[in-house]
């Protein structure tokens, strides 16, 4: 019985040995950064046209204007992680 108490525990306590990221898990985890980036690009640039459109102007002023926002805030989500990193 004091066997089954102790696997049981074991299971639930956190691992003392951490593994080290393999390769496929860092391409997943990096390439989910990329489409992170991609996504916010095309949700500022869309958000940009749509400004336009309601606007009725002859230049693409607010899909400039939000697609290079878009792109900042696409590079800071992918380096966030970099800058506030905690090494262990």
């Given amino acids: 019985m004091e066997k089954k108490k102790e696997s049981s525990n074991q299971?639930?306590?956190?691992?003392?040995?951490?593994?080290?990221d393999t390769g496929l898990n860092s391409f997943v985890h990096y390439s989910?950064?990329?489409?992170?980036?991609?996504?916010?690009?095309?949700?500022f640039y869309w958000a940009g046209s749509k400004l336009d459109e309601r606007s009725g102007?002859?230049?693409?002023?607010?899909?400039?204007?939000?697609?290079?926002?878009?792109?900042?805030?696409?590079?800071?989500?992918?380096i966030k992680p970099f800058i506030f990193r905690k090494d262990d």
């Fill in 11 to 20: 299971s639930l306590s956190p691992k003392k040995n951490k593994r080290k």
């Fill in 32 to 43: 989910g950064m990329g489409f992170q980036m991609v996504a916010v690009i095309l949700l």
């Fill in 57 to 78: 102007n002859e230049k693409p002023v607010y899909t400039a204007i939000l697609t290079v926002l878009g792109v900042f805030a696409g590079l800071y989500i992918a």
